[in-house]
């Protein structure tokens, strides 16, 4: 039972973490340019370092971390 709350209490704060994706922010901050591709480069690398622990605290491994990671990381660059 505390595997349970505990996996659902560490989805919700992943989810969190990336409540608006990369391009919006990027649209909010009106970035263009230089300035747009550094700020994606940087969010990018957040999100995966975020969905690659969260994979990690999850013990997921093979098709299921490879399943996690590309919807993790769609959801928080927002493709």
Do not use: P, Q, Y
């Not at 919700?12 to 649209?27: D, H, I, Q, Y």
């Not at 994606?40 to 994979?55: L, N, V």
């Amino acid at each position: 039972m505390k595997v349970i709350v505990l996996a659902a209490a560490l989805s919700l704060v992943s989810g969190a973490a990336f409540a608006a994706s990369c391009k919006v922010e990027a649209g909010n901050k009106k970035l263009a340019g230089a300035a747009l591709t550094s700020f994606m480069t940087k969010c990018e690398s957040d999100a995966k370092a975020t969905c690659e622990k969260d994979s990690t605290a999850r013990k997921l491994a093979g098709a299921a971390k490879d399943s996690h990671m590309k919807k993790c990381l769609s959801d928080a660059v927002g493709s």
